[in-house]
């Protein structure tokens, strides 16, 4: 899924927290997309549309009070500062109080303390040419979410070592939203911040518009993160950072949007480097106890073996270009095609290193018998990461991969409107995500081999109809996708740590489905919405590492039939707003929304412990807002019934997580507008 602001991408899901700053609207296009604008996608694309700088003056602002005493402020000022110049600064923050509590002492984590703006700058130069910049930006120091332990993932010689006791006489957490646990000494904290500068030029000539899109983002984490649910360090994060600087440019001309035959061609360009360094810590690991019994055994003291760092340094760059064309063979019939070749390379150095205590180097050397003729001992402060050789594992200095790839997009299609309100469709598309190289803790230099570019072939037909003007609205299709090396989370087996999470390509897989959504307005007032989705994954072919068959063994397992991670069959949500008139002046309204996800799993091939399970959640709101001054007032309360899920499972060295949502909060809104 690629994301944009106003066509201009978030090429990286950290840099997408805020983007729903102050809209006007959400557009959703759904499979491979790259033919208009912006980037290669299998898995569709989001782009918020920014309300825009107005031509006479418009102000308003909102406060919301809700549980855990979170406030939320909003506020924008528009209007015109020449009379060819306008602008629209918008701004929100947050702050709250801590939602999560430890269940084994009296502490609280969780609190929220994040604002983001935007100054929007647009200028009519002439009656062909007009400039509009974006200036934006967030910082976010809330607390990093808690995971809440359900389980340990210990062999049997691991969990017979002093360590391996103490966790397993570690309560589970119990099933409450709210409960979880991390290292008192070691706290969990946020500290993100992002910054993008942007110019969208759009120049009318001889009947084609050139739109020109140029943007500069900058990111910074600075993180402290708990990874193993305990207040103890199985596998902590004292350090968790990482920076991102990305400029894009993107240059098009289209044709006549109101003529018969439509054209587009454009070209686009990215340049990014992504640098990330961690630091494990995990002095109550069982697996690190194991460990440093075994180099005791050995007549090795390496007790003082506690942490390690590891980093991952990226570049990429992405050429493309990209066309489109409709032509309406009648008025009733429009034949569509598109194409997209892009050239990717990404560069990679990977390091698991040493941290600079010397105990990294110190379990590396006596794991790989060092020093032997022709391989010298890892230093205080090098990287550990190996390879095999028959003579022994031999260390590298840094892991360096280069990944070039290109491919071509396509895209063919035919609408028919049979009558003015009814629009049917069908497509065909061919789309690629890029492939990428793991930021890990690696022993092993196949752990850092990058996944290739996965691609997908997509059918879709369906139905766009309003058969009786406002009263109902129907959408429906199906789908059918056909991938190739898609991307997948699966586990691998560490020589050292055992297992890992890891990103794999599965070489067959398909996805089918079908999609409902309508809306029915049978009264004044009265608005009945409804979506439903049914959704079948499918690995056809994977052979891989399952640790429920072969548990500590280098052994793989079929897994032919699995599902995807993180898609349920079934996705489906209810809506109903009614409102009415109180006066002349003031009305009111009332409304709710179900949704419901049925059973998912987090791991491909997983057990019963990575599936989350179904669950519905209740939504409700009440409020008055006057038509003549602009205000409003909304009472509001969301997952009413105080529903227990969780929407995601991860493994660490020893244990097992889950992630909840949140649970029942309520509050207030208040508003103007004029």
């Not at 630091?279 to 073996?305: H, R, T």
């Not at 179900?594 to 009440?622: N, W």
Request: aromatic share 10%; proline share 5%.
């Amino acid at each position: 899924m690629s994301v944009y602001v106003d066509e201009v991408p978030l090429p990286f899901p950290a840099l997408t927290s805020e983007a729903s700053l102050d809209l006007e609207r959400v557009e959703v296009l759904k499979g491979p997309q790259g033919i208009l604008f912006g980037q290669n996608s299998t898995g569709g694309a989001i782009n918020y549309i920014a309300r825009k700088p107005t031509n006479s003056l418009a102000a308003g602002a909102s406060i919301t009070y809700g549980r855990f005493k979170d406030i939320e402020g909003t506020a924008f000022v528009s209007g015109p500062l020449t009379p060819t110049v306008s602008a629209r600064l918008a701004v929100r923050a947050e702050q709250s109080d801590d939602w999560q509590y430890s269940y084994t002492r009296s502490d609280r984590i969780g609190g929220t303390k994040k604002i983001a703006g935007r100054l929007l700058l647009d200028w009519q130069a002439s009656d062909r040419l007009k400039l509009e910049f974006n200036a934006n930006g967030w910082i976010d120091r809330s607390d990093p979410q808690a995971g809440q332990l359900v389980g340990f993932s210990l062999s049997s010689g691991v969990a017979l070592t002093p360590n391996g006791f103490r966790l397993l006489a570690y309560p589970l957490a119990p099933q409450n939203n709210r409960a979880a646990d991390w290292s008192s000494d070691l706290r969990p904290k946020g500290n993100k911040r992002m910054g993008q500068l942007s110019l969208r030029g759009t120049y009318e000539v001889g009947g084609a518009t050139i739109t020109s899109i140029t943007a500069y983002t900058a990111f910074r984490r600075r993180d402290v993160l708990d990874q193993d649910g305990l207040n103890l360090h199985s596998l902590d994060y004292p350090r968790a950072d990482g920076d991102i600087r990305s400029f894009t440019q993107e240059l098009r001309a289209a044709g006549d949007n109101s003529a018969p035959v439509r054209w587009l061609v454009g070209a686009n360009y990215e340049h990014s480097t992504v640098n990330e360094i961690f630091q494990n810590y995990y002095p109550d690991s069982a697996v690190v106890d194991l460990l440093k019994g075994v180099a005791a055994g050995a007549g090795v003291d390496i007790s003082f073996w506690n942490s390690n760092n590891f980093y991952s340094d990226q570049k990429l760059t992405n050429y493309a270009g990209f066309a489109n064309f409709e032509f309406d063979a009648t008025d009733k019939l429009t034949f569509k095609a598109g194409g997209r070749y892009t050239d990717s390379l990404r560069k990679i150095e990977s390091c698991n290193s040493d941290d600079g205590t010397g105990g990294d180097a110190a379990l590396f050397n006596f794991l790989y018998g060092l020093p032997r003729p022709g391989t010298p001992t890892i230093k205080i402060g090098q990287c550990v990461t190996s390879f095999q050789t028959p003579q022994g594992r031999v260390p590298v200095d840094v892991v360096r991969v280069r990944l070039h790839e290109d491919n071509f997009s396509w895209r063919v299609g035919v609408d028919f409107k049979p009558t003015t309100t009814t629009l049917l469709f069908a497509n065909i598309s061919k789309g690629y995500k890029a492939g990428s190289s793991p930021t890990a803790a690696a022993a092993d230099i196949i752990q850092y081999k990058p996944v290739k570019q996965e691609s997908v072939l997509a059918f879709e037909a369906g139905i766009k109809s309003r058969p009786f003007g406002r009263i109902l609205d129907i959408n429906a299709s199906a789908f059918y996708y056909d991938y190739r090396n898609k991307q997948l989370r699966t586990l691998i087996l560490d020589p050292v740590f055992g297992d890992l999470n890891n990103l794999t390509n599965v070489p067959k897989s398909t996805v089918k489905g079908v999609e409902l959504s309508t809306t029915i307005r049978p009264v004044s007032g009265l608005a009945l919405s409804g979506q439903v989705a049914y959704i079948t994954t499918r690995v056809d072919k994977y052979i891989g590492y399952d640790p429920a068959i072969t548990p500590r063994q280098n052994g793989n397992a079929d897994f032919s039939g699995s599902r995807f991670p993180f898609t349920p069959k079934i996705s489906a949500s209810g809506t109903a707003d009614y409102g009415w008139p109180l006066s002349d002046k003031l009305s009111a309204s009332l409304g709710a929304t179900v949704t419901y996800k049925s059973r998912a799993t987090a791991l491909i091939g997983g057990s019963a412990i990575d599936e989350i399970k179904p669950y519905t959640l209740l939504d409700l709101r009440a409020g008055i807002k006057s038509e003549v001054d602009g205000w409003r007032v909304q009472a509001w309360a969301k997952n009413v019934t105080n529903t227990y899920y969780w929407t995601n499972v991860t493994r660490s060295y020893d244990t097992i997580l889950r992630y909840t949502g949140r649970p029942a909060t309520y509050g207030i809104t208040v508003g103007v507008e004029f």
